[in-house]
Each structure stands twice: as structure tokens, then as C-alpha cells.
């Protein structure tokens, strides 16, 4: 009989996984804690490494008509003048994908479609898990299943970490975020790229998902920031005309408001016949864009090991060797750059500028390079 692995958690991360196993061979059954599975949140950037994924599991083209295509990442200063720029043209060309900018939930409906509803269990928030001979999960309804193999793919205040592993620490940053969506026709000449503009401890970030949808998120320093609700097209007042129209053509109700926390790196992420995967194995401040990027690699990885023969079960300690460096040199180059993005001295924002303008091409692309590069 076909072993079945039960999924906590219906987001990127978990999805991709389901996705993986169930084109190996195996059965899955997800639970997630929504009442349903619908376009909310903001968007993301798939990078190149999780457009490699999802080519190689048959949907980059649903994927690519659903959003944008990005050639170029820029980091600017505050008025949109170029500080770091990396063209993308040449990873296009190597591995035959490109960067997609896509709405967050455009890409879940895409996922689960794939995977099929059958296998997704709505409303249930675990509560409990317990290990007996097999792993006892009670939700949050009441209702409980028996499992022998559990994936963990429950977020950053992952209940499965939480209860299963050693005690772990979340990191506050000390910066609050705000991500948005708005219907804008911006200039042509941004239409393929991703820009984040880095001011006096505050930043903003902006890309085109669809034809007429530009996703946005903004940071600041959270001392600065006396409530969470403040005007922002004032309190970005000093940024560029463009940024400053992003801001006004946004309806309240599309702004998200959260803290920005990462996981102090663990080094165990599996044990017997449970293994945590994305943000509940090594969540990441959003500076390099990896975040959803890492949890589709790390499904990557389990579906290659289960090509080399190996059964689901065995794959976990192989495959959290395979993945623990570059997933933790993502999150602590992540936090470098959030701490270097949020300098607030006049004298230390010329520096840094002067700085990130005479970065060497080959460092840059050294960097590209191991990011792009799967495992």
C-alpha cells in the first residue's frame, strides 16, 4: 500500500511539497487552517531557483501567464537612481526561466488545482501533535487523525517545531512592514523589473504581478514608527513621484500590516518520520526574496531523493544535510541586509550608497549564482 504523508499547512511551501510527492507516487492529504483557499495576501517574486521547481513539475507556463516576467532587480536610493543592479539575462538563458513577479494567491489556486481538493482539508488548525507508534494530530475542531509520516509546513510559529523539537528562538528585527496591491498603470520602463529603494531607515519596494496590478511592501524602523496605521504616502514624503502614487492608488483594506521576524537558525529539522520544511525549518527576513523560494527548494530536494530510490521516510535526514547551509546562509545574509537597509545617519546612508555602487560585478553575481543554483 502507498504510504499517505499528512502536510500541516496549504501555503507555498506545503503546497509545492504536496505537489512533488503526489507526482512521485505518493498519497497526500493536507490540513490547513483557513476556511478557504483564495487570493489573499499580497505577491511574491518566484525566483529563478523556484522557477527551475516548478518547470521541472510541469507548470511553469500556468505560472508564467499568471505574472510578470522580471529582468532586472534593483536596489536605488530614494529617488529611483541606481545603487545595485542585477540583470537577469543571462539566468534566463542558463536555466530557460525567468524571475515571475505573481499575486501570492494566484499562485496557492494554481498549486492546489494541480494537486487536487480531494487532498486538502480546510479549517483545521492543529492543536496537538503527539508521537506514539504512530503520530497522534488533534485540531483545533476537535477532530484527530493517526499518521505515521508528518511534513511540517506550518509557518514560522510552526505547532509541529513548537512541540515536536528543542525550543527555538524568533528574532524580531525591529521593523514593521506594510505590502499592498493597487491597479496602476506604471511607467513602461519598470514594467520588468524589480526596484527597492533604500532611504533614512525606511525602504520601499514595488513590481508589476499583472497587467494592470503592481504589488508593493514598504519597512521602516519600528521606533519610528509610532502606530502601524499612519499616513504613509506622508511618511514616505521624501521618496520618489512614482512611489508616492504606488502609495495613494492603494484602498486601505489591500495594505497588510506585520512585524518582521526570522527564525534563529536550528540545525535539526527532522527526526523520527517527521521533518519541518519553509518558514518552520528556517524562516527568513524577506530582504533576498527567498522565503517562499527556500520551502519550494527544499520540496525540490525531497522529490530527488525519492527519485534516487529512497523511501519517504529516509529522505529527512538527507535531505535536511543537503539544505541546512544554503537555506542558513540565506537567513543570516538576509539579516545583514536588512540591518545595512535600515541605517538611518546621513553620513552612514552616503556610505552605504557610495558602497553598494562599488560592489565588484563578481560579487554581486557570486551571490546570484548560489542563490539561483539548486542543491
Known sequence: MTETVSIIGAGIGGLTTALTLKQKGLNVNIFESSAEIKPVGAGIILANNAMQVFQKLGIQDKIEKAGNKISFMKITDDQLQPLSVVNLSEYEQKYRVSNIAIHRGELQKILANEIGFDNINLSKQLSKIKKNTLYKLTFEDNSMIESKIVIGADGIKSVVRNQLFEKSTLRNANQICWRGICEIDLPEKYHNELNESWGKGKRFGFVKISDKKVYWYALANSKNVETSDINLTEFFSEFHSTILSIISATK?????????????????????????????????????GQGACQAIED????????????????????????????????VNTSWSVGKMAHIENSLGVWLRNFAMKNIPKSANKKQTDMIFNLN
Not at 260 to 277: A, M, R, S, T
Not at 307 to 326: C, H, P
Request: hydrophobic share 40%; with cysteine; net charge neutral.
Open 252 to 288: 486601505k483594506e489591500q495594505i497588510i500590516v506585520s512585524d518582521i521576524f526570522d527564525l534563529k537558525p536550528i540545525n535539526k529539522w527532522q527526526g523520527e518520520n517527521v521533518c519541518l520544511i519553509g518558514d518552520a525549518a528556517h524562516a527568513t527576513t524577506p530582504n533576498l
Open 299 to 330: 520540496a525540490y530536494v525531497l522529490g530527488k531523493l525519492l527519485d534516487s530510490g529512497l523511501e519517504i521516510q529516509n529522505t529527512f535526514a538527507v535531505y535536511e544535510n543537503l539544505r541546512r547551509k544554503k537555506a542558513h546562509t540565506i
